[in-house]
């Protein structure tokens, strides 16, 4: 397999996992084609390598740098703008993780709180209200994990990690 082979290959599997994560596969392939970049790209060279349209390639691009993933660049004596994606793993990480955690976590967070307050007697009311005490339990404990490791450095998560294995 030679460089551009492999590229490819990875934008189409980073594009996959995209996906998983809740985001357009070509959201992800403009990720990954920027992570690989040796330099930042116009809109241009991101819809000339993906072969994808002016505007898909604009509203991808600005979704991408209000997740913190990608920043504008300024060159002197252009007029385009070119744009680099965030090359450190772990503020990549941390930064998709608070974004999940704001379009998935927090919102089942507060309809948990709304359901606590249901009110009923017998045994489908108490069924019902400790399944949601119950998933509402895991899910601040998931919601405090998930903060302390955004707010956290790499070190940190290696030696837990470490730990667990």
Excluded: C
Excluded at 50 to 68: C, F, P, T
Excluded at 126 to 152: H, M, P, W, Y
């Amino acid at each position: 397999m030679n460089v551009q082979e492999g590229k490819d290959k990875f934008i189409q599997a980073w594009g996959a996992l995209g996906s998983n994560w809740g985001v357009s596969r070509t959201m992800a392939q403009i990720h990954a084609l920027l992570l690989i970049a040796p330099h930042a790209l116009s809109a241009e060279d991101i819809m000339e390598d993906l072969k994808i349209s002016r505007g898909n390639a604009n509203m991808n691009i600005r979704a991408l740098m209000d997740w913190g993933l990608v920043y504008k660049e300024l060159k002197t004596g252009e007029r385009k703008e070119f744009f680099i994606a965030e090359k450190d793993m772990w503020d990549v990480v941390k930064k998709i993780i608070a974004q999940r955690k704001k379009k998935e976590l927090e919102p089942m967070l507060k309809i948990l709180e709304e359901l606590s307050a249901v009110e009923g007697t017998g045994p489908d009311a108490e069924n019902f209200v400790q399944v949601v005490r119950d998933i509402k339990l895991f899910s601040n404990k998931a919601n405090a994990t998930l903060d302390k490791l955004v707010q956290s450095d790499s070190n940190w998560f290696v030696k837990v990690f470490m730990n667990m294995i």
